[in-house]
């Protein structure tokens, strides 16, 4: 596990739990939340962090930050041409 990855045990208490979370999350039913990973996808995180804004709802800072992924970043170090 990353250090800025988002864990579901932690949406869940955030969201009150699965029924909470559910509703919040607008999923047909709890069990959609029961396959999820503990440790949430990209997606999963950012559909969490969603619902939170659209429920006038603060985050903790550890549910905050965003796993950066970028892909094909350029690195730092430039290649002479």
Same mark, same amino acid.
């Given at each position: 596990?990353?250090? *800025? $990855?988002?864990?579901? &045990? $932690?949406?869940?208490?955030?969201?009150? /739990?699965?029924? /909470?979370?559910? *509703? =919040?999350? @607008?999923? /047909?039913? !709890?069990? +959609?939340?029961? =396959?999820?990973? @503990?440790?949430?996808?990209t997606a999963q995180a950012d559909r969490v962090r969603g619902a939170a804004v659209r429920l006038s709802k603060k985050?903790?800072? !550890?549910?905050? @930050?965003?796993?950066?992924?970028?892909? /094909?970043? *350029? &690195?730092?170090?430039?290649?002479? +041409?």
């Open positions: 596990m990353r250090q *800025k $990855d988002m864990l579901k &045990s $932690d949406a869940l208490k955030f969201f009150g /739990g699965t029924v /909470g979370m559910q *509703k =919040a999350l @607008e999923l /047909g039913t !709890h069990s +959609a939340i029961s =396959a999820w990973p @503990e440790v949430l996808t985050l903790p800072p !550890h549910m905050r @930050e965003a796993r950066l992924q970028r892909v /094909g970043a *350029k &690195s730092k170090q430039q290649v002479p +041409a």
